[in-house]
């Protein structure tokens, strides 16, 4: 059984930083690629970075370039979202998504293979 868990997410005030978790079972990690999105409250899920799984590639949105750092711990099989400097606007429910693929950059939740239930982030102003 596939599961992705996320933990690390709570409420913080605006310019601080949290770091998520997302803890893989269940597959075999080195066939895929890791992503994190996000969906604020009345808006689409949107992708926030991905990773592959050897940790050679990454990707991020323009919205957390240079202030979200995403890395990957190989013998844990859990990946991880830093977060710095963050704004009202990085409100929402992260999640991490796992694609069959071992490099891709792939930006659309739809082509995810396996997703976690998520973890809700609040930044106060």
């Known amino acids: 059984q596939v599961q992705l868990v996320e933990s690390g997410g709570g409420l913080v005030q605006a310019g601080g930083s949290l770091r998520l978790s997302c803890a893989v079972s269940?597959?075999?990690?080195?066939?895929?690629?890791l992503a994190w999105f996000r969906q604020a409250p009345g808006k689409e899920r949107e992708f926030v970075g991905v990773?592959?799984?050897?940790?050679?590639?990454?990707s991020y949105a323009d919205s957390g370039q240079g202030r979200f750092t995403i890395s990957i711990n190989t013998t844990r099989n859990t990946v991880y979202l830093q977060m710095t400097s963050l704004k009202p606007d990085d409100t929402g429910v992260y999640s991490c998504?796992?694609?069959?693929?071992?490099?891709?950059?792939?930006?659309?939740?739809?082509?995810?293979?396996?997703w976690g239930q998520g973890t809700q982030v609040t930044v106060s102003s």
């Open positions: 990773i592959t799984s050897n940790n050679a590639f990454t």
């Open positions: 269940g597959l075999t990690f080195s066939r895929y690629t």
């Open positions: 998504a796992a694609i069959l693929a071992r490099y891709s950059s792939e930006r659309s939740p739809t082509s995810y293979n396996y």
